[in-house]
């Protein structure tokens, strides 16, 4: 019997949700969420499997190397989430269009810069949860990568990009594997998009 629950555990608890998280809404606009990123080192990136933003409708000025990055670019909102569970504390960040939809989760790993994450969130201006509502539980992602950001200049635009990291630490690899199964998708090993 513990070998069974041990092994479908994460499975069943994701469809429980047992534990309400915490949550607070900051407006943050894509461009100063993609200052940040880069000095996060290490992050759990999952993308929405929602539809992809055009690649057109990308805000001016603006291009990504992998097309699931895109939802960054329209983020409006972050909501900083975190819960206490029986692994221990665990924080992610929601990354919410106008529309009130969630395109990205970034978690918080062990290999992760801890002042960065907090830079990132103190960029954010705290603000009541608009009146469209969002039921994080809606989130399905398609994909989940221990991440690496960068951005950079190229011909006059910004582009932003993201690499697999390598190696990543037993804990990290340890709690990216966790998250990856209670959401219920494969941990990519590299970079695809």
């Not at 190397?65 to 692994?87: F, M, P």
């Not at 809606?138 to 993201?162: Q, S």
């Not at 037993?170 to 695809?192: C, N, S």
């Amino acid at each position: 019997m513990f070998g069974w629950l041990a092994v479908h555990s994460a499975t069943f608890c994701r469809r429980t949700h047992g534990l309400p998280a915490e949550r607070r809404w900051l407006s943050m606009p894509p461009g100063p969420l993609v200052d940040h990123l880069p000095r996060l080192g290490q992050v759990l990136y999952l993308a929405s499997a929602a539809p992809c933003v055009a690649a057109e409708s990308l805000p001016a000025g603006w291009l990504v190397e992998q097309r699931d990055l895109a939802r960054l670019l329209h983020t409006h909102w972050i909501i900083s989430a975190g819960v206490v569970d029986s692994d221990g504390p665990r924080e992610w960040l929601e990354c919410v269009d106008r529309r009130g939809r969630i395109g990205a989760r970034l978690h918080l790993l062990p290999d992760t810069d801890y002042l960065a994450w907090d830079a990132l969130l103190a960029a954010g201006e705290a603000v009541p949860m608009p009146r469209f509502g969002v039921v994080p539980e809606l989130f399905h992602p398609a994909m989940a990568c221990v991440t690496r950001f960068h951005r950079y200049p190229l011909a006059g635009l910004t582009a932003l990009g993201r690499d697999g990291c390598e190696p990543v630490s037993a804990l990290g690899q340890d709690v990216a594997q966790r998250i990856a199964r209670a959401e219920a998708v494969a941990l990519q090993r590299r970079v695809t998009g």
